[in-house]
């Protein structure tokens, strides 16, 4: 570098610091931050603002990554030195090694470690259920069944087992969780979500970020979360990803915010923006949604990075910006803080341009940049860029795939036992069919090895299958199997029936192959009529034909499910659910899980649980709320029986508590798990209530004989609803608890001015 470089770096250094001064009574980390920023060009803090994946860094023969993947020594130094890039992203293909990626990561921290400035990459993965990006880790069952379970604590312990074997594999951020509300059950992604309620998903969200970072993302064995899709993404009103959705106000306040809401107190450091428009606004556009409402009201001080392209998909996708630079000015202005841009150096080009137009603030700029380069502090990347591989000797240990063992266990949820059939005798003789019943894909769905997992069965090579695990429960001598039909065929019918007539029983294995994203849209959500007509003819045979379902989100099999002895929800369990699943067919594990989603009757009534009451139907009206299974059904192979509901008091005013207590019995013969889930009804408001919500739910243990005092506290604040005017208020009247078949009514009594049409009070 000579003088004249090193002078036109100091002017322009200057001239984009203006802004850049740093406050008064800083912390250790924020200082650090302030004096990194005086020290930086214009094109250095565009850089930091730059996301690129890994694909574009690697050595290509052809137009193909080498096999197996290196980094480009040309490529990385580009990134680095000449367009300063501060993260990249992904993997390239499918899973790598630990020690594969420690030798990626290394030589891409290394190229940062010599840049002028040595800020290190923060590196971006979605490891969303377990590390699914390396080879060996430990796969969990995805969000959906996570959230059957009920089990915050369990999902939390995931959380942070998770945490360890990303770091372990020397990423410390973390794509993850989805905070989306589960809502249509169309959508390719709801297996991704906690279910769909608004209560569930802010508390199991909070609960896996606990794990995710601990108190300290700095720690070696913990990573930043990455809170995503913000806001609205999981409701489109065709069911397909990334179409529009409508959305009011009020209702993205009252059931879409609330999550996000919990998971910036619960200390997220990251958050990704939401693909597609809701209203007509793209919302990496929505100065309102990114701004206003993210940094304003939910006072979030994280990083904002955009989804896959999005930037571009402005200009392309959703024509709001008739140029790519126009559609960077627009995401910049409303509150991007890092695009995952992710193929090229556009957006660095055109940013960088903005600002020297005026068109984008060096304020911005700045708050953009220290955002980022705090996160790093934070994770102590420029201490320990790359992690030390002797410091890991759990990852993909036995001790963490039994709490996986244990999830599928607590989440499969068995909605139907005709007779007591389940569990069944280890001596039977089963015939196990269906197109789920050896694969590995029906077990671990999309991003799992690969982004759609199409390449389960080679990567998770030693997990049992639903197969597996029934032959090693019960001995082969006692299995037959016949596949009796692919996802959307018949195969070799005949052999299956044959089968079927010499077994004790039939385990019939139906539902879907790995998917996510567009990939997974469907125009019906009717199962592929040819698994329904399989478990119609097996269950003419007369033997007891025990359902399950693998699937991603619930399929519609009413006529067929009829049929059934007993009917069983996998979701997707991951790499123990072929075991857990066993575990419970042959009594080794009593169920406890509990469904997060309304599992519907029909393909065109897709109303949620807390419908509102003109969805209940009446007498004049036949068509109302009635799925095949509610929101928090599930069965157990012991009784509880619910008794003795109480209230602390009839009348709950301002700053006061409601304590609520019930009574839970296990009245059969078996330990069993119970979920036991308060609902609360406001009765009448100012603006339509929703039948139902949960307000809360609690998992207790009991031994059979054993009786449990199961207690909550509720304040006004937990009662209350987002208004017309966008305000989350409690309206005085009368609301009704319901825990179990007990039911109680209650006042709440306000001491403020708020609207109340209750007349009663
Ligand atoms: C998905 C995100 C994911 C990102 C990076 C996108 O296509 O929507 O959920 O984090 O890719 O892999």
Not at 574 to 600: H, M, Q, R, V, W
Request: aromatic residues 10%.
């Amino acid at each position: 570098m000579n003088k004249t470089h090193i002078f036109t770096i100091l002017l322009i250094t200057i001239v984009f610091n203006i802004h850049a001064q740093p406050p008064k009574n800083l912390s250790p980390i924020n200082q650090k931050v302030e004096q990194l920023l005086t020290k930086m060009t214009l094109e250095e803090k565009v850089g930091q603002m730059t996301q690129v994946t890994i694909a574009e860094f690697l050595k290509t023969q052809g137009d193909k990554p080498v096999e197996p993947n290196q980094i480009d020594v040309d490529k990385i130094k580009e990134g680095i030195f000449k367009y300063h890039i501060g993260s990249i992203l992904n993997v390239s293909g499918g899973a790598y090694s630990r020690e594969h990626w420690f030798k990626i990561i290394s030589d891409i921290q290394q190229n940062a470690s010599q840049s002028r400035l040595k800020i290190p990459i923060i590196y971006g993965i979605d490891a969303i259920h377990g590390m699914n990006y390396t080879t060996g880790s430990t796969l969990f069952p995805q969000e959906i069944a996570m959230a059957a379970t009920f089990n915050p604590e369990l999902v939390r312990k995931a959380g942070e087992i998770t945490a360890y074997e990303t770091r372990a594999s020397y990423i410390p951020w973390n794509f993850s969780p989805v905070l989306d509300l589960g809502k249509s059950p169309l959508w390719p992604r709801i297996y991704e979500t906690f279910g769909e309620d608004p209560f569930l998903v802010k508390t199991m969200g909070a609960a896996i970020i606990k794990g995710y970072q601990g108190n300290n993302v700095g720690d070696k064995y913990k990573v930043t979360s990455c809170m995503k899709h913000y806001l609205g993404y999981s409701y489109p009103l065709s069911g397909k990803d990334r179409t529009p959705a409508w959305i009011p106000d009020r209702y993205m306040r009252e059931y879409f915010l609330p999550s996000f809401e919990a998971a910036v107190k619960a200390g997220s450091h990251t958050l990704m923006i939401n693909s597609s428009e809701i209203n007509g606004v793209p919302v990496h556009a929505s100065k309102y949604l990114l701004t206003d409402v993210l940094r304003g009201e939910l006072k979030f001080d994280g990083i904002v990075v955009t989804d896959w392209q999005d930037i571009k998909y402005l200009h392309d996708r959703h024509h709001i910006a008739a140029t790519q630079k126009e559609a960077v000015m627009i995401a910049v202005n409303a509150g991007v803080d890092m695009s995952m841009v992710p193929y090229d150096y556009s957006f660095y080009n055109y940013l960088i341009e903005l600002v020297k137009e005026g068109k984008v603030p060096m304020t911005r700029i700045n708050e953009s940049v220290r955002r980022i380069l705090k996160v790093k502090y934070q994770l102590n990347l420029f201490e320990t860029p790359v992690g030390n591989p002797s410091d890991y000797p759990k990852f993909g240990s036995e001790e963490y795939s039994k709490v996986s063992l244990q999830a599928a266990g607590e989440a499969i949820t068995l909605l139907k036992n005709s007779n007591g059939v389940l569990p069944l005798k280890k001596t039977m003789k089963v015939l196990v069919t269906g197109p789920t019943a050896n694969t590995m894909r029906s077990l671990n769905g999309g991003w799992s090895y690969t982004w759609q997992g199409e390449k389960n069965d080679e990567f998770a090579v030693g997990k049992n299958t639903i197969l597996k695990a029934i032959q090693q429960k019960i001995g082969h001598d006692n299995v037959v199997f016949e596949p009796g039909s692919t996802i959307d065929s018949l195969l070799n019918i005949d052999a299956t029936i044959s089968a079927a007539t010499k077994s004790d029983a039939i385990v019939v294995c139906l539902g879907e192959t790995s998917y996510t994203e567009n990939v997974g849209n469907i125009d019906d959500l009717n199962l592929p009529s040819a698994q329904l007509q399989l478990l119609t003819k097996l269950a003419k045979t007369g033997k007891p034909v025990i359902l399950v379902l693998a699937e991603g989100r619930p399929r519609i099999v009413t006529s067929a499910e009829a049929l059934s002895a007993a009917t069983i929800m996998a979701y997707l369990p991951g790499n123990e659910g072929g075991n857990a699943l066993a575990d419970i067919l042959f009594g080794d594990t009593n169920p406890s899980g509990k469904l997060p989603i309304t599992y519907p009757r029909y393909a065109n009534a897709l109303v949620n649980y807390y419908r509102k009451n003109i969805e209940n139907g009446n007498s004049d009206d036949e068509h109302g709320y009635n799925p095949l299974y509610e929101f928090g059904y599930g069965l157990s192979y012991t009784n509880f029986t619910y008794s003795n509901l109480k209230i602390s008091k009839p009348n709950l005013t301002d700053g006061q508590v409601l304590t609520i207590t019930v009574d839970v019995r296990n009245t059969g013969q078996l330990e069993g798990k119970e979920s036991v889930l308060l609902y609360i009804s406001d009765l009448y408001a100012s603006l339509t209530p929703d039948t139902k919500r949960l307000r809360g739910f609690e998992k207790i243990n009991l031994k059979p004989g054993e009786v449990c005092t199961v207690k909550f506290n509720i304040t006004p604040k937990d009662l209350a609803f987002v208004n017309e005017m966008s305000k989350l208020v409690t309206e005085a009247g009368e609301f009704k608890i319901q825990i179990g078949n007990q039911l109680q009514n209650f006042n709440y009594i306000s001491n403020h001015d708020i609207p109340s049409r209750t007349g009663k009070l």
